[in-house]
């Protein structure tokens, strides 16, 4: 379903702050597959959701979706083939504009939008149903503005909004880091329950190591721009969270600095 | 200071808010909608003014002659976001950029700095001689208001249609627009195109009501214009909270505006200062809003677990 192929991007190529974030990087994932994305600050896990968006253009290599290379689709174009939650609540909406207002707009991803109505009566009561799924009450609030909600509500919204119409890919950039430990579980679990009821393919970025482990069918490290750890199938059911410390220090030749990672 | 000179000056005044209202509802696009200040607005009032005078003095329709002026306000719009989106200029300079441009332009078209359009020889849409003593459906305060209510009614379906709710997003959350599949630099173009062919239209209702178009009819426009966003959403932000009351609201700024600088004339103040008083006004009124921020709000609370999750 998505075929990264050695994909190089330099930041700031020729000046002091020159960063090599991704190295020749290589990925590909099946259909239906649910990779957790772990790393420390700087391995290039962002960088990599953004090379597959497009929200730059990559210095080597060619990124595929559903057979299509998209290396040279703009961020816009390629959109219509995926859904992202970003890790800032206020990324992924726009808060001066309704809950079903939102709504309407990411139904319409990769279509042309023309001078048709931007919200139909048909669709409010589907987006009514819809929000029922989250569980926050918000299918009685269609109407209120969005910049009302919390981070957790915006977030549940935008995975929503996100999955509306099925993308190819699901692009969850750490997208409940900014929420608190309650909030994160609850929007975790809607993630979890939204992907498997369409068995959506899914890149889900996170600092929780336990997370990481609990959710999906394969996990990936990332280290300097380059995936150190790629642990699926059963022995990703087994997985501990010690054991992928030791993983990493075996990978890595350092120790697992990140407390926060750990415990979660 | 007699208050009868006062009064009888309202009919006019309200006729010059009312055209300038257009232009507001031009600028409330941008400035609002789009989150883009664009300063082509200085330089598109008279480019709308000089096709519309140029045009009639040629022997065109009243109504062609407007048209004419809308869609040549509409290419400086997108002069502006060619500026913008294709050579990746900043916002401001883009504006400043055409503005400088348009001078010229507005030159070209007019042949000299300016041009004046006899009310007796053409059939105008609207003049300063239309207030008193003409038939009601000639009245320019009349025809001016019917535009206004027209061109809301179009522009509150046209933001509520798919592509116009693509530029709200766009200048809401660009980040977000572009996630959802929406080629955020054409949103960009269209709706300055849209805000400045409202602006150039603006510009030829202005033309004809004062008989003449000049180079410099347009200097300062923006401000005035942003004047009229701020004053009509300070006075009926309140009670208009649909989006086509939120325009009207503009519109009704706009002449509130212009009654205030009546008032300051007719108080003795010298014409000359106008501009710097109405330049004092607009800066106090975006202040408000960071010193209400910086002065008056307690500290924010902070949020849940703060990073635990």
Redesign the interface.
Known sequence: MLEIRNVTKIFNPGTVNEKLALDNFSLTLEAGDFVTVIGGNGAGKSTMMNAI?GVWSVDAGQIIIDGEDVTKL????R??Y?G?V?QDP????????GIE?NL???K????G???????TQKEREEYRELLKILGLGLEERLTSKVGLL??GQRQALTLL?ATLQKPKLLLLDEH??????K??AKVLETTEYIVNKDNLTTLMITH?MKDAIAHGNRLIMLMDGKIILDIRGEEKKRLTVEDLLHKFEAASGEEFAND?AILG | MNILDLINAMPGVFAQGLIWGITAIGIYITYRILDFADLTVDGSLCTGGAVCIMMMLSGYNVFISMLAATGAGMLTGLATGLFHTFMGIDPILSGILSQLALWSVNLMIMGKANQAISVDKYSLLVSLRYIKDVPVYKNTILVVAVCVVLLVLILYWFFGTEFGCAIRATGCNGDMARAQGINTNFTKVVALMISNGLVGLSGALLAQYQGFSDVNMGRGAIVIGLAAVIIGEAVFGKIFRNFGLKLIGVALGSIIYYIVIQIVIWLGAPTNSLKLFTAVIVAIFLAIPYWKEKYFTKPAVKKGGGGHA
């Open positions: 968006a703009s961020e816009h174009k959109a219509k995926l992202r970003f206020m990324t992924g909406t726009a808060a001066d504009m207002e309407a707009l990411a319409r991803r990769g279509r939008r023309f001078l048709r109505s931007g919200i919390s981070g909004m409940t880091a900014a929420l608190d430990p909030t994160a929780n926060k």
